[in-house]
């Protein structure tokens, strides 16, 4: 019976590792009690793992025993979890197989967020695994777009992210503060918490990580450019040609500290009226002046990624925490949306120089 318990035991995973429990070595067989050893006390996912073994172990007869991992455990458990790898080590360093795009405009406004969640979303939901670094210390937003209100889990030193309904693990510093409380810090406070976003979090093994770049060019961009050398930049503009401007920037600093730019997005380009026609508020041929230049400046070709129209629906899914690419990908703002992320889907990792891990029997 042991056996066949295991066995359904193995189909409940974890919602923040999401891992297997048993792979997790969360759970203890003895005659007929199960007992799961949660990581820590309090644990906000013990209601639903517990409800997901009593499914599992029903037809066996067996019950089910709820308790806390001791200190030997846990640090064992934070080792498997980092693969040999010592404590806050950053796994997206010069070796790292996870493609990394910093998500960056020049000024704020232009829905940077919102179009990074939604592409966040859109990779989740093809079966990708997927980070989400909310980098815009100052002016957060991702939590209340994805809807998300869980909070991190802390097993010590090692940091569990929420994770959506998709698989999307996203980390904040507005999950840290309550009351939406201002944050006020200097350039040192901002790379430690960088820092703590990216070694102390628990992301496991990820295909995409993208990263909220806060508006401008500041210390959170100097950081990020040296905390993530293989990262790509996607610049983020309206029409506008002041915005275009601004834009450049965002793309230009990008290449000061060593990433390429992967692209150009064009946001709010046109709203689509009830005849079909476009609808220019702010002008024309932003998006393309700005990859443009950043060709120029770069060397390398710089493409727009895609023009997305002004929605209501859009902006009606942000402010909801419902992103309209999970919603209603139909809209002609999802569609472009979605049209981009398989873009970024199909961009390849170079190899060359990089550990793989690999050896020779």
């Given amino acids: 019976m042991s056996q066949a318990a295991l066995s359904a035991l193995a189909r ?3 919602p923040e590792l999401r891992l297997p429990i048993t792979e997790l070595d ?14 820590v006390a309090g644990c ?28 030997v455990e846990r640090d064992a458990l934070k080792a498997k979890l980092r693969g040999g790898k010592p404590p806050r080590t950053n796994p997206f360093g010069q070796d790292t197989l996870t493609r990394v795009y910093l998500v960056g405009s020049g000024k704020g406004g232009v829905g940077k967020s919102s179009v990074t969640a939604n592409l966040a979303v859109a990779l989740s939901q093809s079966g990708y695994r997927v980070g989400l670094v909310d980098a815009d210390i100052f002016g957060f937003s991702i939590p209340g777009q994805l809807g998300l209100t869980d909070k991190p889990t802390r097993v010590d030193e090692m940091i569990l992210p929420p994770v959506t309904e998709s698989g999307l693990k996203v ?8 009351d939406n409380k201002p944050v006020a810090w200097r350039g040192p406070m901002l790379h430690r918490a960088i820092e703590q976003f990216l070694c102390d979090v628990y992301w496991g093994d990820l295909d995409f990580l993208l990263v909220d770049l806060p508006p401008g060019t500041g210390d959170v961009a100097i950081s990020l450019g040296q905390l993530l050398p293989t990262a790509k930049t996607i610049v983020i503009t309206t029409p506008q ?3 275009a401007e601004v834009a450049e920037r965002s793309g230009s600093v990008g290449l000061q500290t060593g990433q390429s730019v992967f692209g150009v997005i064009e946001n709010m380009a046109w709203l689509l009226q009830p005849d079909g026609s476009k609808f220019e508020l702010f002008g024309t041929g932003g998006g393309q002046a700005v990859a443009d230049r950043l060709t120029s400046v770069s060397g ?3 493409p727009l990624l895609g023009q997305i129209p002004l929605s209501i629906a859009l902006r009606e899914g942000s402010d909801a925490g419902a992103p309209i690419v999970s919603t209603d990908a139909a809209d002609p703002a999802a569609a472009v949306i979605l049209e981009i992320a398989k873009k970024i889907a199909t961009d390849r990792i170079g190899l060359a120089g990089k550990k793989l891990g690999l050896s020779v029997i």
């Fill in 241 to 243: 040609v002041a915005a």
């Fill in 44 to 71: 906000p996912a013990a209601k639903r793992i517990e409800a997901d073994v009593v499914a599992a172990v029903e037809t066996f007869g067996m019950t089910v025993s709820m308790s806390v991992m001791n200190q």
């Fill in 171 to 178: 980390i904040s510093i507005g999950m840290f503060l309550e």
């Fill in 26 to 39: 969360m759970v203890e067989i003895d005659g007929d009690t199960v007992t799961v050893k949660l990581t």
């Fill in 12 to 14: 409940v995973i974890d």
């Fill in 300 to 302: 390398q070709p710089v």
